[in-house]
C-alpha cells in the first residue's frame, strides 16, 4: 500500500503546510495516481483520519521526539503523524507495515540521519505506547476529552461550559462521526422519488430526508463525479439542515430575492428552484473565484434566474436600497456546527476569530435589511452553534431597527415544526449539521 500513503502524504501535506481543504486535496492526490478501490479507501481513510486527528497526533508524537516539533521538517512532521495514526488509531495496520513505510517515504524526501531518526521514533512509539497515555482525572476531564475526541482543548472547555460534560462528549463524538452524503433533489428537473430511483440504478443506497421535502441521504455510493445523475444537473450536493433556510425564506415565483453571502449557490439555486425558475436572484459574493462556482452550479443545474454579481455583501444596502422583496444573509461564521464534514476546520479555528467574526455579521445584516421593501422578509443564518453569532447577532439587530420584528422562524420549517422564534439546531441533539435561522419582517 505504499502508494496509497504516498498519496495519503501528499493530500496531509497540503493541508498542514499549504491550509488546503482536506476534500480538496485529497480529489487532487487521488486525481494525480491510479490507485485500486481498495487503495483510494485507504488513502481516504488516512487523509481524513489524521486530519481529525492533528492536535492529538502532535501531543503523542511530543512524548516520544527529543527536540520541538517545529525544528522537524515538515514533510518529515507528515510522515510521523501518519505513523503514529497508524500505530494507534488503525489496529488492523502491523506496527511493522507503519515503521517500514514511513522509511522509505522519508528516503524519498530527506537524509540518512533523518531516516534513522523516523525509525527510532516510530519503532519506539509501536513498543512504547504507555508513553502517549492521556492524562486521567477530574483535574484532567477537558483534557482528557479534547485529546481522546480529537478537539481543541479551548473548544471542548467552551462546549463543557455551554452544554454541560455528557452533551460535549456527544458533541465532539458527532463531529469524529462519518457524515453521510446529503444531497437535495432539483425539482425543476426531477422529483425526489425518481431522483431516489435513479439513484439506486446508479448503485447508490438512498433514502428521502426528514427534514427537507427535496433531501436525500446516500448511505453508500462510489466517486460522486462519476454519476451521471450529478453531470445532467438532477441534484446539488447540500446539507438537509442547509435546506431549510430557503424554506424559511418561503420565496414566490416572480420576486425580487437578494442572496448577499451566496457562493457557493448551494441555497441561492434551491431559493431558484422554490421560485420554479422565475423572477430575479442577485448573488453576491466578494471573491472572483466564487462568483464562477454559482455560475458553474446553475448552468449544471438549468436555473436562469440567477444573477451573480461580485460585491461585498456590506454594500448591498446602498446598491439595492428597499428594492428587494426578501433577502437572505448566510453569514459569514465559525462554522462550529458543520466540523463532521470539515476534519481540518477544528484545528484551525480559535476564540478569537469567533469575535472578530460579530461585527462583521452585525455589519452584513445591516446593509442587507436596507435593501428590503416595507413588508419585506430578511433572513438570517449561519453554520454554527455559537450564541454571540446567532442570538446575541439577532437581539442587538432588533434593539435597532424598529421598523423589523422577529417572526416564529420554526412555523416556517416545511417538514418538523417548532415553536421557537428563532431556531438553533444541534448536532449532538437533532443529529445533523449545526445551523441557526431566523425569519424577520420589515413592517
Request: glycine content about 6%; aromatic content about 6%.
Amino acid at each position: 500500500m505504499d502508494k496509497a500513503r504516498e498519496t495519503a502524504l501528499k493530500a496531509l501535506h497540503e493541508v498542514n503546510e499549504k491550509g488546503a481543504y482536506a476534500n480538496v486535496a485529497l480529489a487532487r492526490s487521488l486525481r494525480a495516481v491510479k490507485l485500486s478501490e481498495v487503495d483510494r479507501r485507504f488513502a481516504t481513510e488516512l487523509v481524513y483520519g489524521a486530519v481529525k486527528a492533528g492536535g492529538t497526533l502532535d501531543w503523542m508524537l511530543r512524548r516520544y521526539l527529543n527536540r520541538p516539533l517545529s525544528k522537524i521538517p515538515p514533510m518529515v512532521r507528515d510522515i510521523l503523524r501518519l505513523g503514529i495514526y497508524q500505530l494507534f488509531f488503525l489496529a488492523r495496520v502491523p506496527a511493522s507495515a507503519a515503521c517500514n513505510t514511513a522509511v522509505e517515504m522519508t528516503k524519498r524526501c530527506s537524509h540518512a540521519g533523518t531516516v534513522k531518526f523516523v525509525n527510532a521514533v516510530l519503532r519506539t512509539a509501536a513498543r512504547e505506547p504507555e508513553k502517549a497515555a492521556f492524562p486521567m482525572g477530574k483535574a484532567h476531564e477537558a483534557e482528557n476529552l479534547a485529546l481522546s475526541l480529537q478537539h481543541p482543548e479551548w473548544l471542548v472547555r467552551r462546549w463543557i461550559e455551554q452544554f454541560g460534560y455528557e452533551e460535549a462528549r456527544a458533541l465532539c463524538a458527532f463531529d469524529n462521526a462519518q457524515a453521510v452524503l446529503s444531497l437535495r433533489t432539483n425539482t425543476l428537473k426531477i422529483t425526489r422519488d425518481k431522483l431516489i430511483e435513479r439513484l439506486s440504478q446508479e448503485g447508490v443506497e438512498a433514502e428521502a430526508s426528514a427534514w427537507a421535502p427535496e433531501g436525500v441521504l446516500c448511505r453508500r455510493h462510489g466517486a460522486l463525479d462519476d454519476l451521471p445523475s450529478l453531470q445532467q444537473g438532477l441534484f446539488q450536493v447540500q446539507d438537509e439542515s442547509s435546506m431549510l433556510v430557503a424554506h424559511v425564506l418561503a420565496p414566490e415565483p416572480g420576486e425580487f430575492v437578494l442572496d448577499v453571502c451566496s457562493a457557493p449557490g448551494g441555497k441561492t439555486t434551491h431559493i431558484a428552484a422554490l421560485m420554479e425558475d422565475q423572477g430575479r436572484i442577485v448573488a453576491l459574493d466578494v471573491h472572483a473565484h466564487k462568483i464562477e462556482r454559482i455560475a458553474e452550479n446553475c448552468e449544471r443545474l438549468g436555473i436562469t434566474s440567477v444573477q451573480p454579481l461580485l460585491l461585498d455583501a456590506r454594500e448591498a444596502g446602498a446598491r439595492f436600497s428597499c428594492q428587494a422583496d426578501r433577502v437572505l444573509v448566510d453569514a459569514p461564521c465559525s462554522g462550529l456546527g458543520v466540523l463532521r464534514r470539515r476534519p481540518d476546520a477544528r484545528w484551525r479555528k480559535t476564540p478569537e476569530e469567533i469575535a472578530a467574526l460579530v461585527p462583521l455579521q452585525r455589519d452584513i445584516l445591516r446593509s442587507a435589511a436596507a435593501a428590503i421593501k416595507r413588508g419585506g422578509v430578511l433572513v438570517y443564518s449561519t453554520c454554527t452553534i455559537e450564541r454571540e453569532e446567532n442570538e446575541a447577532v439577532i437581539e442587538d439587530f432588533l434593539s435597532q431597527h424598529e421598523d423589523f420584528i422577529l417572526e416564529n422562524t420554526g412555523d416556517f420549517l416545511p417538514l418538523q415544526k417548532r415553536t421557537q422564534k428563532m431556531i438553533q439546531l444541534y448536532p449532538q441533539r437533532d443529529g445533523t449539521d449545526g445551523f441557526f435561522i431566523a425569519r424577520l419582517l420589515r413592517r
